[in-house]
């Protein structure tokens, strides 16, 4: 698994942690009732593929399969037509130090797999904007840390992707963009290292969540920095949050967003580094 998708992954808990502490006006969800849940699962080869299921989690369908076709982050668009989601599909070398990974749509029966970005680098962690006309993502187009940032693209992969936001040069990365329940701001996470004070671990990581406007305005840092919980545990710091490199797709990690409506909450994001 590349450190791009562990550290996205280690978003998830942080901003359910984050989303706990906020004021209720700020947990706005989506209008309509919720309805069928989509979210992501390793296999028994431990590739992460797309799932469905009811509310309740019943009826479970996969949706993606086998080697070619990992399937991560995917969530529903507003109408409930189509999922979205990030792949290495077009990776001819997963292990070498060049990550390349697209953001794809497809019907929630896992056909009409159409590819949306353009395999210049990494894109992932892909979201929709509540009418349906934009996918946010993260992304380096092949130029990391320089082009590392928050992107945009409309739905149906027309156009040129449109940068949002500038990882700055102290940073380490941003991922997992989310639009507000308005469509005017997006979440989204970063990521720093400080120094520490043991030999054997000189940095450590830290996560925070921020927002800005959909055009790229107004960016304002909404939680206090957190310590990644691996590298808290490894550096010893005692207040760390545990386990939060082990948010996990069996525990519901997605979109669970409905063809009758959405009653997603402000989610969050994380940093590629190469390989």
């Known amino acids: 698994m590349s450190s791009t998708r562990l550290r996205a992954l ?29 979210f992501m699962r390793p296999d028994a080869d431990g590739i992460f593929q797309a799932w469905v299921a009811d509310a309740d989690m019943t009826h ?18 507003p109408d409930g037509q189509r999922i979205v989601f990030s792949s290495h599909h ?19 029966d896992g056909s ?42 409309a739905s149906d992969g027309s156009g040129s992707p449109r940068r949002i936001t500038t990882m700055p040069s102290t940073s380490t990365g941003q991922e997992l963009p989310r639009f507000s329940p308005d469509g005017k701001r997006l979440v989204f996470d970063e990521g720093r290292e400080i120094a520490t004070t043991d030999p054997d671990q000189p940095t ?20 206090a920095w957190e310590i990644n919980g691996q590298d808290a545990r490894r550096s010893g710091e005692r207040h760390a949050r545990p386990r939060l490199r082990r948010a996990h797709a069996h525990a519901g990690i997605g979109g669970g967003v409905p063809p009758r409506g959405t009653g997603r909450r402000w989610a969050r994001t994380r940093r590629r580094c190469g390989g």
């Open 10 to 38: 280690a978003i998830l808990v942080l901003a359910l942690i984050a989303a706990a502490s906020l004021p209720p006006a700020t947990l706005a969800t989506f209008p309509g009732a919720n309805g069928p849940l989509v």
């Open 60 to 77: 479970q369908h996969q949706i993606t399969f086998g080697p070619d076709w990992d399937a991560w982050f995917p969530s529903w668009s």
């Open 90 to 108: 077009e990776d001819p070398d997963r292990d070498d130090e060049v990550e390349i990974s697209d953001v794809y749509t497809m019907r929630p």
């Open 112 to 153: 009409d797999v159409r590819k949306i970005t353009d395999s210049v680098g990494y894109s992932g962690g892909a979201s929709w904007s509540p009418d349906g006309r934009w996918l946010v993502y993260a992304a380096d187009r092949g130029r990391y840390p320089a082009g590392a940032g928050i992107y945009a693209t």
């Open 204 to 223: 450590i990581e830290q996560l925070a969540l921020f927002t800005v406007r959909f055009d790229g305005s107004n960016l304002r840092r909404i939680t």
